[in-house]
């Protein structure tokens, strides 16, 4: 008999800047090599979203965040990993980005958005965004 793997959440943010969205590389050693994601991460415990969020994006990035909506969710499985990937969309409160866990940030137009390789799980929420703040 096998087991369904229960289903992981993690928080992301798309951080807006001067007509920009900030989008994060994964680095090398990252489940997902190389891929391109908004950062955040897991929710730990009973946290709530977006304490989750604010606290990954610190540890990742170094900067303080304000949170602006939720977006919806999109539901993703990677071979064993069940995942929601929640997104909100940010704006920066501290401007000085660390990268502590990234390969390379950069800040994109909309439009080019879609020029990136994203992580699968990314897909439907980058279309999304595009089809809906264009
Ligand atoms: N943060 C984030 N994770 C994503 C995105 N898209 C996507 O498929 N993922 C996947 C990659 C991982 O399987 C999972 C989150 O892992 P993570 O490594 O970022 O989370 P974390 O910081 O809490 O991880 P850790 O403490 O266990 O190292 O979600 C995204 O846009 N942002």
Redesign the pocket.
């Known amino acids: 008999m096998t087991s369904t793997p229960s289903v992981?959440r993690?928080?992301?943010a798309i951080v807006e800047n001067e007509g920009k969205v900030l989008c994060?590389q994964?680095s090398e050693s990252?489940?997902?090599p190389l891929?391109?994601?908004?950062?955040?991460?897991?929710v730990?415990g009973d946290e709530d979203l977006e304490t989750c969020l604010k606290r990954?994006i610190k540890?990742?990035l170094g900067v303080e965040i304000a949170i602006l909506e939720q977006l919806p969710s999109n539901f993703?499985i990677?071979s064993n990993?069940r995942?929601e990937?929640i997104?909100f969309r940010c704006s920066l409160q501290t401007f000085e980005i660390d990268l502590l866990?990234h390969s390379q940030i950069l800040w994109l137009p909309i439009n080019e958005l879609k020029d990136l390789d994203?992580?699968?799980?990314?897909v439907p929420?980058v279309d999304y965004y595009i089809r809906t703040y264009k």
Do not use: N, S
């Open positions: 992981i993690v928080t992301c994060a994964r990252m489940m997902h891929k391109w994601e908004f950062p955040g991460g897991k730990e990954e540890e990742e993703h990677y990993l995942l990937l997104p866990e994203w992580a699968e799980a990314d929420i």
